[in-house]
C-alpha cells in the first residue's frame, strides 16, 4: 500500500471528521494534500478566480509547467464548492452514464476488501473506505476511482489506472490483421475488464499528477478535444477553439483532435514530449504477460467445464 497516499486519505477523513458536526460539515472538502499540485477552485467565474486567490494567480514569480483549467455551469447536479472542478487529479467535460453502475460495483469492491483477512492490510482498507466520497458528482467519483487505482499500490501508472477506467472500444476488433501491438492492447483490456467496468459518457477528461499530463476521450467519441503544439514548447489542448489569443499567431508545429479512445499524454519527467497512443499503450500493454495470464485461465476454465459435463453425463447414465 502506498504510504503517502494512505496519510493522505487518513488526513482528509480526519479533518472531515472533525467538521462533521458543524452546520456546513458538507461544504467541508479538501482540495488536495499532494506535493505535486495545488488546487484553486469555488463557485467563480474564471475573472473571479485570479482575484479570489491573487496573492498566488497574480505573481509573477509563482510559476508552473503545467495548468488544468475548468469552467462551465452545473447542469445535471446542484452547485457547491466542493463539486466545482477542476478536482484533485482530474477534470472533465461531458457526463458518466454508466455512473450508478461504476459505483455499485466499487461499493462491490469494497465489501470484499472489508473482509480482508491479513491484519495490517485490513488496518490500511479501514482508512481508505468508502473510496467515493458521499455527495460526489460524477466527477468527484471518477476522480476518487482515479487516485485510488493510480497511487494504492505504487505499481500502477497514471495512464494505465486511465485506460482501465476509459478502455477502448476493442471488444468487436477482428484478430486477423492485428499486429502484435495490437494483441497486446486487446489482451490487457481483456484482462482488465473483470477488474474494472468502463465509466462510459460522453466524456472528456484531463488529468495529471504534476509530473504527467494527459487527456482521453471515451470511446463513444461525443465531446470535443482539439490539441495544439507550438515551437516555443506551449501546448495547448481544449474543448474549445481560441481558448488561447492569437494563439495562430503563434509557430504551430503541430494542431489535430483526440480520436475516441484515444489519449493524449505528456511526460514531464520523460523530455515532455507529446506521446502517441500507440506508443504509450503498447508500454503498458507489455509491461506485464496478460495475454499468457488469459491463456492459463482460459485453459483451467475449460477443464472446468470438461470436468463438470463429463461428471452430469455420468450422473445421466447411471439413474439411482
Not at 234 to 244: A, D, H, P, W, Y
Not at 295 to 302: A, K, L, N, Q, W
Request: with cysteine; proline share 5%.
Amino acid at each position: 500500500v502506498n504510504a503517502t497516499l494512505l496519510r493522505r486519505w487518513r488526513a482528509r477523513r480526519a479533518a472531515k471528521r472533525q467538521h462533521s458536526e458543524l452546520p456546513s460539515h458538507e461544504s467541508f472538502y479538501v482540495s488536495s494534500l499532494s506535493r505535486h499540485t495545488l488546487v484553486y477552485k469555488g463557485q467563480l467565474t474564471c475573472a473571479q478566480l485570479f482575484q479570489y486567490f491573487e496573492d498566488d494567480l497574480e505573481d509573477e514569480s509563482f510559476a508552473s509547467h503545467v495548468a488544468l483549467v475548468h469552467s462551465r455551469f452545473s447542469t445535471n447536479t446542484f452547485p457547491s464548492w466542493p463539486r466545482a472542478q477542476p478536482n484533485r487529479m482530474c477534470c472533465h467535460n461531458g457526463e458518466f452514464n454508466t455512473l450508478r453502475g461504476n459505483l455499485y460495483w466499487q461499493r462491490a469492491r469494497e465489501a470484499r476488501w472489508e473482509r480482508e483477512q491479513d491484519p495490517k492490510r485490513a488496518e490500511y482498507l479501514e482508512h481508505m473506505l468508502p473510496t467515493v466520497e458521499p455527495g460526489q458528482s460524477d466527477s468527484g467519483a471518477f476522480d476518487n476511482v482515479l487516485e485510488l487505482l493510480a497511487t494504492f499500490d505504487g505499481e500502477r501508472s497514471l495512464q494505465e489506472a486511465v485506460m482501465l477506467m476509459m478502455p477502448e472500444a476493442w471488444e468487436n476488433r477482428r484478430l486477423e490483421g492485428m499486429d502484435a501491438a495490437e494483441r497486446r492492447r486487446r489482451d490487457f483490456y481483456a484482462f482488465h475488464q473483470s477488474l474494472m467496468e468502463p465509466w462510459d459518457g460522453p466524456a472528456l477528461v484531463a488529468f495529471t499528477d504534476g509530473r504527467r499530463v494527459g487527456a482521453s476521450l471515451d470511446r463513444n467519441g461525443l465531446r470535443p478535444g482539439r490539441f495544439y503544439v507550438c515551437e516555443d514548447g506551449l501546448l495547448v489542448l481544449s474543448s474549445e477553439v481560441g481558448v488561447i489569443p492569437a494563439l495562430e499567431q503563434r509557430a504551430v508545429v503541430r494542431k489535430g483532435r483526440i480520436e475516441p479512445g484515444r489519449m493524449f499524454f505528456v511526460d514531464f519527467e520523460k523530455g515532455g514530449e507529446v506521446t502517441e497512443d500507440a506508443v504509450l499503450k503498447d508500454a503498458v500493454a507489455r509491461r506485464l504477460p496478460y495475454g499468457h495470464w488469459l491463456s492459463e485461465v482460459r485453459s483451467i476454465g475449460g477443464a472446468a467445464a470438461m470436468e463438470s459435463d463429463g461428471g452430469a453425463t455420468a450422473a445421466a447414465a447411471a439413474p439411482d
